[in-house]
């Protein structure tokens, strides 16, 4: 049952993000928690066709469908560590520890976020395939602090999850 208006609903988001970014094969290979994220967000998009009536002295619409879905998101790591920037910078890791940049065609993976937050609703995010590219420049020298701000679009995984194919949000607790 749906709750009616209630100011416990109201939300200071905060959470703790987790990306399992799969190998040159597409394979898992493991959750880790990326550090601090200061940013979060989900965006579903959708594209139509629209038709119009030309029966009349002013057309009008009479019908619209539905062309595509899609949910894209983004989110903002504040933590450089090597797994980040190879991240950001589409990079292998070497032997060394060392970056080879660039020598990855696609950032994809599995994204998990839980809500932390001491304020409102609380939910499980279990994003099951994402492809990620960095959108910012990457500040080496800088007064402020450092960041690394990501979009992703979530892809399909009918394969793997068929009755919830881009992912799930669980609530958590009582909201």
């Not at 009616?4 to 394979?27: C, E, V």
């Not at 660039?102 to 609703?121: H, I, K, P, R, Y």
């Not at 994402?130 to 007064?143: C, F, M, N, P």
Request: proline share 3%; hydrophobic share 35%.
């Amino acid at each position: 049952m749906t709750q009616a208006h209630s100011t416990d609903l109201y939300t200071l988001g905060k959470g703790i993000m987790k990306f399992d970014r799969w190998d040159s094969s597409g394979l898992p290979t493991g959750l880790r928690d990326v550090g601090n994220a200061t940013s979060f967000t989900l965006q579903p998009t959708e594209e139509t066709l629209e038709h119009y009536s030309e029966r009349e002295g002013v057309k009008t619409l009479d019908k619209e469908v539905t062309l595509t879905r899609k949910l894209n998101g983004k989110f903002t790591l504040d933590e450089y560590d090597k797994d980040n920037l190879a991240m950001a910078l589409m990079a292998d890791e070497l032997g060394d520890g060392s970056l080879a940049l660039m020598q990855v065609s696609n950032v994809q993976g599995e994204l998990d976020f839980v809500m932390t937050n001491e304020v409102g609703a609380k939910y499980h995010v279990q994003l099951w395939s994402v492809k990620l590219k960095t959108t910012t420049e990457l500040g080496l020298i800088s007064d402020d602090w450092g960041k690394i701000d990501f979009e992703f679009t979530v892809q399909n995984d009918a394969a793997n999850h068929p009755t919830s194919p881009y992912g799930l949000m669980t609530p958590l607790g009582e909201s």
